[in-house]
């Protein structure tokens, strides 16, 4: 059975820093190009940033470059989200996701969410960013 369990959330005050962790179990993580999802409070999904099968290549949302490094340990099937300068902006449920092999990377990377790109989601970790 394939899980994604995401941990790490919680409060933080603004400008600090937290890492969300992504437990995948059930497939073998090298085999999948993964992405970071949020969705603030009374919104849409949106892309954080997405991380290819075995990490040589990256990318980010505009608003989170420079402050975000998703990074993965293939050997420990994990998924990491590094977040620095974290801004009142960030509060959201934080959800790891896998890429369906099928979607283009462009498509992973541009544009709206899709759910049709991911095949399987974890439960979400709650990030807060308030003094």
């Known amino acids: 059975e394939v899980q994604l369990v995401e941990s790490g959330g919680g409060l933080v005050q603004p400008g600090g820093s937290l890492r969300l962790s992504c437990a995948a179990s059930g497939f073998t993580l090298d085999d999948y190009a993964m992405s970071w999802v949020r969705q603030a409070p009374g919104k849409g999904l949106e892309w954080v940033s997405t991380?290819?099968?075995?990490?040589?290549?990256?990318y980010y949302a505009e608003s989170m470059k420079g402050r975000f490094t998703i990074s993965r340990d293939n050997a420990r099937n994990t998924l990491y989200l590094q977040m620095n300068s974290l801004k009142s902006e960030d509060t959201a449920v934080y959800y790891c996701a896998r890429a369906d092999s099928r979607v283009p990377l462009v498509l992973l990377t541009t544009g709206p969410v899709s759910q049709s790109h991911y095949d399987y989601w974890g439960q979400g970790t709650q990030v807060t960013v308030s003094a």
């Open positions: 991380i290819i099968w075995n990490g040589d290549s990256t």
